[in-house]
């Protein structure tokens, strides 16, 4: 069993508040729009870190992390992209890859908006953990963490702080 921890355009900020809610987590999913390097270095020294590049995202981040993340995690096949759309609604590049690559979960973020969704048609768990980071328009800085095993995940939490 694995502990998760998941964000999504942090832009540059991963403080105290975020750290606490990540604290108990076995490694870090971040679903883009990290702000530098130097701050996927620090997130990475904090927990192991999983993550993808975000369209804010620039130079050394570009280079260091990818568009797309395929990768398994305790038996589920998981699929992580910034830009992703939603269940019913998403971005074509993404909606290739979850055709070719059939994930049991599906990690976008880009909206700053937090969603959790199963999509039935697709047989899979849609997750974007809205924005934990300083910067943008949402008012409620948002992050996710859960538990996955193989056959389940549960004890899925959402921490939220005003920005």
């Known amino acids: 069993m694995k502990k998760i921890g998941l964000i999504s355009d942090t832009h540059g900020c991963f403080d105290g508040k975020l750290r606490g809610f990540l604290a108990e987590t076995d490694e870090i999913w971040h679903a883009g729009d990290i702000g530098t390097i130097e701050l996927s270095d620090e997130i990475a020294a904090f927990k192991p870190l999983r993550a993808v590049r975000g369209n804010a995202d620039g130079g050394t981040v570009r280079i260091a992390w990818p568009e797309f993340d395929l990768f398994d995690c305790e038996g589920f096949r998981v699929l992580m992209t910034h830009i992703g759309g939603y269940p019913g609604r998403y971005d074509r590049r993404a909606w290739a890859r979850i055709a070719a690559d059939r994930p049991s979960i599906f ?35 948002t992050a996710l963490r859960f538990e996955i095993d193989g056959t389940d995940i549960r004890n899925l939490e959402v921490g939220e702080w005003p920005r």
């Open 107 to 141: 990690v976008a973020g880009h909206s700053h908006i937090l969603k959790v969704q199963f999509d039935k048609k697709n047989d899979l768990l849609y997750l974007n953990p809205g924005a934990a980071g300083c910067y943008g328009f949402h008012h409620v800085r």
